[in-house]
């Protein structure tokens, strides 16, 4: 049985869930039951995909030596974007990597083949080995993903929102650091319009630019790709189509649009990625609003640079609701901050407001496995106090 208090802060909670103008950010720890590998398991299967190749496999290689042992895909095409940078200014079109010379063809080429790994890693499913199942590895044929945590979600989600009020609510901002189509296919699945800034149809062109507003459309969800899409392709002219798997056409558009790189924050400066951070900063700037955040690990500093700034900005009153594990240190920080009456963190631990608490619902204290993914949607299908008991 709760405490008078706790009872009340789950009350809210259900309040704040039930608010009209909603935003969500959801980040890669959303997809692990749908077999799509966190970044540690992702590393080691395009590790593995560029020892096929003689050049990738000799780059990657001298790459990684100047490198901690505990170095990620991100940090190999950091470290990688930046020859390609030296490469570009020097005179002969080259950069040193270890003790070989590197022309930027061959970079650009590798860089390239090492996106395509990871599109095809998240498109198809991976499994890693563990001390009860063997290694599983997706294709074209043997696909692994699948997309019926996300569905149940978006059913939850859309429910809520709706109850009692029809189409009338505005739509729900759903902005997602993950390069897999599980959002968009979910919300067509389960019948929900939603608009993504492309015109067309299986295969579009981006019309949404920086500065555009949301369309005035009656969607009821718009989905934002913080760091692109395993189905966006740029062109060498920088326009960008969505297209379809294993499709030949359009020619030209060959470069997978993903940045998965610790120096997301010079993508961020152009297009399509300026675009899609505005409107991150909008959304988080409405008024009366509720920013949720689910799977998400704070390893992004430009994304964490957003949430705080708007946070603290006079006159905001937005709240944000986080269901996380543990308590990383950027959300550590968040904690001791004036506005911190206006975060809610629900942990394994317990809920708490702020630097108050936990909160634990139960006589037992057990741990809660409510910030997971499928127990935020077992929240929004219950209520938080149902959800407890």
Sequence with gaps: MQDENTQDILAELDKLLSTPKQSWLLASGICVD???????????????????????????????????????????LSHLADHIAIAVRSKDNTSVIGAEQFSLSDMEKVHDRLLMSIAETIRWGYVPADSNETEKIGDYNNPLVTVDGHQQFISALMDR?????????????????NYDTLIEDALALNRISYW??????????????????????????????????????????????????????????????IYPQSTKYLATQRDPFAAQFELLRNSLGEAESVFGICGYGFY?????DE????????????????????????????????????????????????????????DTAAMLDWWKFDGLTRILTDGAVGYVG
Excluded: C
């Excluded at 929102?161 to 650091?177: E, H, S, Y």
């Excluded at 992004?300 to 964490?304: E, P, S």
């Excluded at 809610?344 to 317990?350: A, H, K, L, R, W």
């Design 161 to 177: 929102n709706r109850a009692g009020v029809g189409n009338r609510r505005p739509p729900i901002n759903l902005f997602t650091t």
């Design 196 to 257: 993504d800034g492309f015109s067309g149809g299986a295969v579009a062109y981006r019309s949404h630019v920086y500065g555009d507003k949301y369309p005035e459309r009656n969607y009821q969800a718009h989905v934002v790709k913080l760091h692109g899409s395993i189905d966006w392709r740029a062109g060498d002219d920088d326009r960008l189509v969505r297209v379809r798997d294993k499709d030949m056409y359009p020619e030209g558009f060959d470069r997978v649009l």
């Design 307 to 362: 949430i705080a700034l708007s946070m603290g900005r006079a006159g905001s009153n937005t709240t944000l609701l986080v269901f996380t594990k543990e308590i990383p240190e950027a959300l550590a920080k968040w904690q001791a901050e004036s506005w911190s009456n206006r975060l809610y963190i629900i942990s394994e631990q317990g809920i708490y407001v702020g630097a108050d608490g936990p909160h634990t619902p139960s």
């Design 300 to 304: 992004d500093n430009h994304i964490n």
């Design 34 to 76: 749908a077999n799509i590998p966190i970044m540690v398991p992702l590393t080691k299967r395009v590790l593995d995909l560029a020892g096929a190749h003689v050049l990738d496999k000799k780059l990657v290689t001298h790459l990684n030596a100047s490198l901690p042992d505990d170095t990620t895909i991100e940090d190999t």
